[in-house]
């Protein structure tokens, strides 16, 4: 009974999702290849400080303390 009174609890929301009216999204067609799209990562990616620490962080606790865990 717990589990039918679950599952009836969910018409209302799947209801909702059905009423709801979206526009499509227009997909921009990206001319550029996927090096360039790499390249243009890793210039954000180490030219923004904040991003840059979390990676360096990141990259030091995964070479230094997950073989240690291990």
């Known amino acids: 009974m717990c589990f039918l009174l679950n599952g009836a609890s969910f018409i209302a929301v799947i209801a909702a ?3 709801m009216r979206m526009k499509p999204k227009e997909n921009k067609a990206r001319e550029t290849g996927a090096w360039q799209g790499l390249k243009e ?4 990616a180490f030219g923004f400080a904040p991003i840059r ?7 030091l606790v995964s070479l230094m303390g997950m073989p240690y865990t291990s």
Do not use: P
């Not at 620490?53 to 990259?59: C, G, K, R, W, Y």
């Open 53 to 59: 620490s979390v990676l360096l962080l990141l990259a």
């Open 17 to 19: 999702l059905l009423a």
């Open 41 to 44: 990562g890793f210039t954000y």
